[in-house]
């Protein structure tokens, strides 16, 4: 028999783990425990906070070291290995794709955009404001340009580091404590993806290259039909410089929700 759908929704194959996100509040409430005398730690469970799902990452049992991030409207088109240089640069650094300079108006309502103010407001006060040609303060890496502070304003696929989030956890344990305790996205909240890409840079471990040719980012919006917008995804899809694809739009993403 021919293979009727994507491995990853086949119950029988070995290598796919489905963990329940409920697990990562009982990991986390368990650390929680051990270090406080507040016993309501389920707080924000169950959520529709991403911010706070992600924070959290690092608990999912038996992840690796190094792992990708996908949401669940992104879909990789080809193996890594085969565009390996738009996740590694040539001389080793994780690469993320941070293309929104904004950040450092006024800080905005949006849930999402309004945590990576956060995130990169706290960077800010640990490690001082970058400019357009700040460089690296890691010794024998002072020639990196870290450049001023970006958000994500496509989404795709990360390359995150579990030691690196916890460090991030490490350091404002309070501020992730609050965004998991939250069912909803609010500019309080700390975002835990851009805040990784800003801190591998800090560390001399990543490099931000801004847009990616490799992405395509694809709405539907009220007004469009199906029938389009199913065309420009098979556009997007036979696009042989497209490594991976995003989709997302009025009623098919929680972007798009009042938080």
Not at 32 to 54: C, F, H, L, Q
Not at 154 to 167: D, F, W
């Amino acid at each position: 028999m021919g293979q009727t759908g994507p491995t990853f929704l086949d119950k029988n194959n070995p290598h796919v783990i489905a963990v329940p996100y409920r697990m990562l509040w009982q990991l986390h409430s368990s650390s929680v425990i051990s270090t406080t005398s507040k016993t309501n730690v389920m707080d924000g469970w169950p959520t529709e906070n991403r911010n706070a799902i992600v924070a959290l990452l690092h608990l999912v049992p038996g992840i690796g070291d190094w792992f990708m991030y996908l949401e669940d409207d992104m879909f990789l088109k080809q193996p890594i290995s085969n565009r390996y240089g738009d996740w590694i640069s040539d001389d080793g650094l994780v690469v993320s794709s941070m293309n929104n300079p904004l950040i450092y108006s006024t800080q905005p309502d949006n849930g999402w955009i309004g945590a990576i103010w956060n995130s990169a407001k706290a960077m800010e006060k640990t490690f001082g404001r970058r400019g357009s040609r700040s460089k690296s303060l890691v010794k024998g890496m002072e020639h990196k340009i870290i450049n001023r502070r970006h958000g994500e304003s496509r989404h795709g696929p990360r390359l995150m580091s579990k030691c690196v989030i916890e460090e991030i956890w490490k350091n404002w344990p309070t501020e992730y404590g609050a965004t998991v305790k939250r069912k909803t996205q609010s500019k309080l909240d700390f975002q835990m993806i851009s805040h990784h890409s800003m801190l591998m840079e800090e560390l001399g471990l990543g490099i931000n290259k801004g847009d990616a040719s490799n992405v395509r980012e694809i709405h539907i919006f009220d007004s469009e039909s199906g029938e389009d917008f199913a065309s420009r995804v098979c556009s997007a899809w036979r696009d042989s410089r497209v490594e991976w694809l995003q989709t997302q739009g009025d009623g098919i993403s929680d972007e798009y929700h009042k938080y």
